[in-house]
């Protein structure tokens, strides 16, 4: 499969089986910004929810919040996204384009006569670099004035941060512990694309680990080897997850170490997950800015700090997008082609497709009942329309693990087939047992 290829294939099949649109695509689609649709609402769900399990239900040493998207705007002055969260770009006079400046496609240098414009060609059309802030701004109240400046949050880290204090106070946790949030960050990026690789909104879910210091070394190791393992959990390739660490060009400026958590996609090698060790940087910031001490009284040792944050900041879009590019295959089964999204069962927007083998001898109402039965635990899908082999085939291709018939045995003997996508074996079960059968199989 040329890999070009495969992306527009991927594409066709989100937008075909309701995985994902382009948003307010009647009206000509919206720059980097997409809809999900009635599968892909569910695996983005499902991906939450496992993460959210992990996270804060399998632990004892994390909680959960929902910060707001707006915030004060001093948040992002302590914070450096003020300042900091700055691209240099150029604009072509000619065409109106706009372009990073490190853009490889740049020949010559922008702003000087010799520099060609890489999508009109023109020389001496570019702008000297002009520094762009990625934030998106608002005005919050009914005059749109400098002081009524808001930015929708670049990253959802900084909601964390400003409660710490409230959270250390109302769960009675200690340090070390964490505290995790999934939400909608926005950026106002420049060379987005890749689908839905990088868009301009997009949801994060974060945790932060607030650790003494001292001990930052020990929990990063254990988070960066705590989180690859979770996504091999999820039955990601593990050949195509590896590792990138960041060298001391790339650090953040608040970093102290990072690791990328990268996939290989079909358009190369790219982050998905960051673990960071951020230091006292943010807290840090945040007092200095605020004036309100964050710091941690020790009750043991009775020592002051600032606790230091290791953070695993995974983008859900990505995770979705890693999850469906790692399940599309294109096989051949008894000489015919198919299309199969081999999602964890866990994961898989529909559990189960239940079909009568034929429209006539009661099949279809045995069928339906036996869909409502385990519509009451999982999404299912009933299908009477066209022949079993399509049937199965378009539940492959929208990554149902597990396909239910009613035949003509069922009516004697109270037991269907249960086929398995993936390796397409048949089981007989009795339909009193089914819903136990395929809940042993989910992964839950
Ligand atoms: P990139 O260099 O790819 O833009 P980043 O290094 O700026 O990412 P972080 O700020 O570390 O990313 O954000 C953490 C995670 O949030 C990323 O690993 C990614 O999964 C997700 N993310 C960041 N920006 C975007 C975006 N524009 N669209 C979708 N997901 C994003």
């Not at 959960?64 to 770009?89: N, R, Y």
């Not at 650790?211 to 705590?226: C, I, L």
């Not at 960041?246 to 400026?253: G, M, N, P, R, V």
């Not at 869909?371 to 399509?390: H, K, Q, T, W």
């Amino acid at each position: 499969m040329a890999n070009a290829n495969v992306m527009d294939k991927i594409v066709s099949l989100a937008k075909r089986r309701g995985y994902v649109f382009q948003s307010s695509e009647i009206y000509g689609g919206l720059g980097s910004v997409w809809d999900y649709g009635p599968l892909g609402v569910e695996l983005k769900r499902n991906l939450k929810e496992r993460w959210w399990r992990s996270m804060i239900y399998e632990r004892d040493d994390i909680e959960g919040v929902d910060a707001a998207i707006l915030m004060h705007p001093k948040v992002w002055e302590a914070s450096g996204h003020v300042a900091g969260f700055t691209d240099p770009l150029v604009d072509c006079k000619q065409c109106k384009n706009r372009f990073r400046a490190d853009d490889p496609r740049i020949k010559g240098t922008p702003g000087e006569p010799d520099a060609q414009c890489p999508t009109c060609g023109t020389k001496g059309n570019l702008t000297a670099p002009r520094m762009f802030n990625l934030m998106f701004k608002t005005f919050m109240g009914p005059v749109e004035e400098q002081a009524a400046v808001v930015y929708l949050r670049p990253e959802t880290a900084q909601g964390i941060y400003v409660n710490y204090l409230n959270v250390l106070q109302s769960s009675r946790q200690k340090v070390p512990f964490g505290i995790a949030q999934i939400g909608k960050a926005f950026r106002n990026e420049i060379t987005p694309g890749n689908f839905t690789f990088r868009t301009r909104e997009f949801e994060q879910m974060e945790m932060q680990f607030f650790v003494k210091p001292g001990d930052d070394e020990r929990w990063f190791e254990e988070w960066r080897a705590a989180r690859m393992q979770w996504h091999v959990d999820l039955g990601i390739t593990a050949a195509k997850l590896r590792f990138h660490q960041h060298t001391a060009d790339e650090l953040a400026h608040y970093a102290k170490a990072a690791f990328d958590i990268e996939y290989e996609f079909p358009f190369g090698w790219h982050e998905f997950e960051g673990i960071h060790n951020r230091t006292d940087f943010d807290l840090g910031r945040h007092q200095q800015h605020s004036g309100k001490k964050l710091d941690y009284l020790d009750p043991a040792t009775n020592e002051r700090f600032v606790p230091y944050i290791i953070e695993t900041s995974l983008g859900a879009d990505r995770l979705a997008l890693v999850a469906l590019v790692d399940a599309y295959h294109e096989e051949e089964v008894e000489g015919e082609p198919r299309v199969v999204l081999r999602f964890h069962p866990a994961i898989a927007p529909i559990k189960a497709g239940v079909f009568p083998l034929v429209k006539k001898d009661g099949m279809p109402e045995v069928a339906t009942r036996i869909a409502a039965d385990l519509r009451r635990e999982m999404p299912v899908f009933y299908d009477d329309g066209g022949s079993i082999g399509r049937r199965y085939r378009r539940q492959d291709e929208a990554g149902t693990p597990f396909g239910v018939t009613v035949d003509g045995q069922t009516l004697e003997d109270q037991t269907v087939t249960v086929r398995d996508r993936d390796t397409l074996q048949q089981t007989r079960v009795g339909v009193d047992k089914l819903r136990t059968f395929l809940r042993e199989r989910l992964g839950w």
